[in-house]
Nanobody
């Protein structure tokens, strides 16, 4: 079992940056791959980024590649999403997830409550 709590969302202008954090409880954090998903109004939840248990492998959606960076600190039980060059279409609720990794990221049913990111001038 793992509980996830996201933070760091907010309102930012186009071209700006935000860093999301996801704090996990439980001693098994380092055994999970971790991912970020997002859901915009009227749209399905979509994969954004994933990272292996040791941080050696990362995956990104094409829409964020080169702009977003996922990282983790197992000593702090925390995963991060650095978001640069933000666009209005990045506006969504961002969710943290614990899952697995096998040539692609696959989510388990461990989700945070979400944090709102709004990109607008």
């Amino acid at each position: 079992q793992v509980q996830l709590v996201e933070s760091g969302g907010g309102l930012v202008q186009p071209g700006g940056s935000l860093r999301l954090s996801c704090a996990a409880s439980g001693r098994t954090f380092s055994t999970y791959a971790m991912g970020w998903f997002r859901q915009a109004p009227g749209k399905e939840r979509e994969f954004v980024a994933g990272i292996s248990w040791n941080g050696d492998t990362t995956y990104y959606a094409d829409s964020v590649k080169g702009r977003f960076t996922i990282s983790r600190d197992n000593a702090k039980n925390t995963v991060y999403l650095q978001m640069n060059s933000l666009k209005p279409e990045d506006t969504a609720v961002y969710y943290c997830n614990a899952g697995g990794l096998n040539n692609y990221y696959y989510p388990y049913d461990y989700w945070g409550q979400g944090t709102q990111v709004t990109v607008s001038s």
